[in-house]
């Protein structure tokens, strides 16, 4: 095998059985996929983008969101974006382009209070942003839905699936942070955590904000406790692939194995990246990424259509 898929299978770790049927490393059918791909031209071209026009969602007594949409085949494709990201990062625009390359249905938003979306960013909770999801998914997609959810997005994602299984049909979670920053805080000192309580905002470091830090609100925090789900069985059947870097310093990657356990579901793979940090935007990362879409689209496709 030669160029992007060598380049991401020496990448990944070796692979061994999950007694939830995840898989540490690379199962059969992405292998399989792999292989296939490499014999070909890639049908996917970033380069080629076209623009998409931004539209907007009204919802009565809630912000109207911001989102864009390319119509097509199903199962569709919703990109669910980690905390305070919009839907222009290098995760979202290339699954546009491998929706489109495909004909495949894909819908990429702003959370409430992010981005062109309205709302105010210190209103905002992990509540009012399931609420969001929820009305991607009700008022915008056409039949079943692959979610992909990046960092807070893949919390979200869960719970998007828990409330709509009908419709939810395959998750994709890429650093997967469920219950992430309710984990982190508990895990404080606790002379911190009641600096915090009485300052009521937590300056979480964070090499990824332009600041260093990022101000979070502390009664985001206790909002966010209502939203935990590892603390039980995570009642979600369908498909499930988690993929995760090792290098990743935000969210442990052993949070997706968490996960995996928690999940009730059969059909969940775990997808290790040695090399790879919290953002997963690399090459290498994003080659991987779609052809866990794809082989999730050849895999529900037959039962979709």
Same mark, same amino acid.
């Given at each position: 095998?030669?160029?992007?898929?060598?380049?991401? @299978?020496?990448?990944?770790?070796?692979?061994?059985?999950?007694? #939830?049927?995840?898989?540490?490393?690379?199962?059969?059918? *992405?292998?399989? @996929?792999?292989?296939?791909?490499?014999?070909?031209?890639?049908?996917?071209?970033?380069?080629? !983008?076209?623009?998409?026009?931004?539209?907007?969602?009204?919802?009565?007594? @809630?912000? =109207?969101?911001?989102?864009?949409?390319?119509?097509? #085949?199903?199962?569709?494709?919703?990109? +669910?974006?980690?905390?305070?990201?919009?839907?222009?990062?290098?995760?979202?625009?290339?699954?546009?382009?491998?929706?489109?390359?495909?004909?495949?249905?894909?819908?990429?938003?702003?959370?409430?209070?992010?981005? =062109?979306?309205?709302?105010?960013?210190?209103?905002?909770?992990?509540? !009012?942003?399931?609420?969001?999801?929820?009305?991607?998914?009700?008022?915008?997609?056409?039949?079943?839905?692959?979610?992909?959810?990046?960092?807070?997005?893949?919390?979200?994602?869960?719970?998007?699936?828990?409330?709509?299984?009908? /419709?939810?049909?395959?998750?994709?979670?890429?650093?997967?942070?469920?219950?992430?920053? %309710?984990?982190?805080? =508990?895990?404080?000192?606790?002379?911190?955590?009641?600096?915090?309580?009485?300052?009521?905002?937590?300056?979480?470091?964070?090499?990824?904000?332009?600041?260093? %830090?990022?101000?979070?609100?502390?009664?985001?925090? #206790?909002?966010?406790?209502?939203?935990?789900? *590892?603390?039980?069985?995570?009642? %979600? /059947?369908?498909?499930?692939? *988690? *993929?995760?870097?090792?290098?990743?310093?935000?969210?442990?990657?052993?949070?997706?194995?968490?996960?995996?356990?928690?999940?009730?579901?059969?059909? %969940?793979?775990?997808? @290790?990246?040695?090399?790879?940090?919290? !953002?997963?935007?690399? #090459?290498?990362?994003?080659?991987?990424?779609?052809?866990? +879409?794809?082989?999730?689209?050849?895999?529900?496709?037959?039962?979709?259509?």
């Amino acid at each position: 095998m030669a160029g992007v898929g060598m380049a991401a @299978l020496c990448a990944w770790v070796p692979c061994r059985r999950w007694s #939830k049927a995840a898989v540490f490393g690379l199962h059969r059918g *992405l292998t399989a @996929l792999l292989a296939r791909k490499a014999e070909g031209t890639p049908r996917w071209l970033p380069a080629c !983008r076209q623009k998409t026009s931004v539209s907007f969602l009204s919802r009565p007594d @809630l912000p =109207n969101l911001a989102y864009k949409k390319l119509k097509g #085949k199903s199962p569709g494709v919703i990109f +669910i974006p980690g905390y305070i990201s919009n839907m222009n990062g290098t995760k979202a625009l290339a699954i546009e382009e491998f929706c489109k390359s495909l004909g495949h249905a894909y819908i990429r938003f702003d959370y409430s209070g992010i981005g =062109n979306s309205a709302g105010n960013l210190e209103e905002c909770t992990v509540g !009012r942003w399931r609420k969001d999801v929820l009305s991607i998914i009700d008022d915008l997609a056409e039949g079943p839905q692959i979610l992909v959810g990046s960092s807070l997005g893949g919390w979200l994602m869960f719970h998007a699936a828990i409330a709509r299984p009908q /419709k939810v049909v395959a998750l994709i979670g890429i650093a997967t942070a469920v219950d992430g920053l %309710v984990t982190q805080f =508990n895990q404080l000192p606790i002379e911190v955590k009641k600096e915090v309580e009485m300052k009521g905002v937590w300056a979480m470091p964070s090499r990824y904000s332009e600041e260093g %830090v990022y101000h979070i609100q502390y009664s985001f925090i #206790k909002e966010a406790e209502h939203h935990c789900l *590892l603390h039980s069985p995570i009642p %979600v /059947k369908c498909p499930v692939r *988690l *993929l995760h870097g090792m290098k990743d310093d935000i969210i442990p990657w052993h949070t997706s194995i968490q996960v995996a356990d928690r999940v009730l579901s059969t059909d %969940v793979d775990v997808i @290790l990246r040695k090399h790879s940090d919290h !953002r997963m935007k690399e #090459k290498a990362d994003i080659q991987l990424l779609v052809y866990t +879409i794809d082989d999730l689209i050849d895999k529900l496709s037959t039962v979709v259509n």
